[in-house]
């Protein structure tokens, strides 16, 4: 069946532009989680949906960061201003609901280079 | 908060070796614990988890992993690699009720033929 599907695969932009990736979950998942992957590195936790809750906010770096989601379907995390500091893979998880023993089911991932 | 150590950062193995990794998190409380594997080219999937019950827990292609509470760990194991192996592992845990995984650093597996 269909996975975690992100885009774009892959993206280069020049430090200060802006940048906006997508994260479309499995189908009736209703929990989202977005990760940063620095190389060399474990993931780190940004932000978390669950239904119509409040996110998870706990883990954006700084104020530049912000995600989104409509309902149960599509997430966008946007930066802002990009930074060096910012290349990375983004990886965007999805698990069937908030309980925290559901496995989560990982994208491929947006490799981010900002040159 | 929580933290994950897993000390091997690269490991060579010849085909039938045995594998053991190591993976240690920083929790006082309950927790649940996870394995995932990042093959070459593929997104993370889940190897095996732990919540509750028998200690040892087993998972997909042969894997199995004990949680020791005495000493905070959680160590894969498999008792003959295969070339097909070679991937990145990363230890995770989460504590009940927190949505949040915390991962450690991965340790990349590489099976020489």
């Known amino acids: 069946g269909a996975g975690v599907s992100q885009s774009p695969s892959n993206k280069v932009t020049e430090k200060g532009k802006d940048v906006e990736l997508r994260c479309d979950p499995i189908?009736?998942?209703?929990?989202l989680y977005w990760y940063r992957q620095r190389l060399g590195q474990g993931l780190e936790f940004l932000i978390y949906?669950?239904?119509?809750?409040?996110?998870?906010k706990s883990g954006l770096p700084s104020d530049r960061f912000s995600a989104e989601r409509t309902g149960e379907s599509v997430s966008t995390l946007t930066i802002q201003r990009t930074q060096q500091e910012d290349s990375a893979v983004y990886l965007c998880?999805?698990?069937?609901?908030?309980?925290?023993?559901?496995?989560?089911?990982f994208g491929d991932g947006t490799r981010l280079s900002i040159l | 908060a929580q933290s994950v150590s897993q000390h091997n950062h690269h490991v060579i193995l010849s085909e039938a070796a045995s594998l053991e990794l190591g993976c240690n998190y920083s929790?006082?409380?309950?927790?649940?614990l996870f394995w995932y594997v990042q093959y070459p080219g593929q997104h993370l999937q889940l190897l095996l988890k732990?919540?509750?019950?028998?200690?040892l827990v087993k998972g997909i292609k042969g894997f199995e992993a004990e949680f020791i509470k005495s000493k905070f760990s959680f160590n894969l194991r498999k008792p003959s690699v295969q070339w097909s192996d070679t991937a990145e592992y990363f230890c995770?845990?989460?504590?009940?009720?927190?949505?949040?995984?915390?991962f450690g650093s991965g340790t990349q597996l590489t099976v020489l033929p």
């Open positions: 998880a999805s698990s069937l609901n908030h309980d925290s023993n559901q496995p989560q089911h």
């Open positions: 189908s009736g998942h209703t929990a």
């Open positions: 949906f669950q239904g119509n809750s409040a996110p998870d």
């Open positions: 929790y006082g409380g309950t927790v649940n």
């Open positions: 732990y919540f509750s019950g028998d200690p």
């Open positions: 995770a845990v989460n504590a009940p009720g927190s949505r949040q995984l915390t």
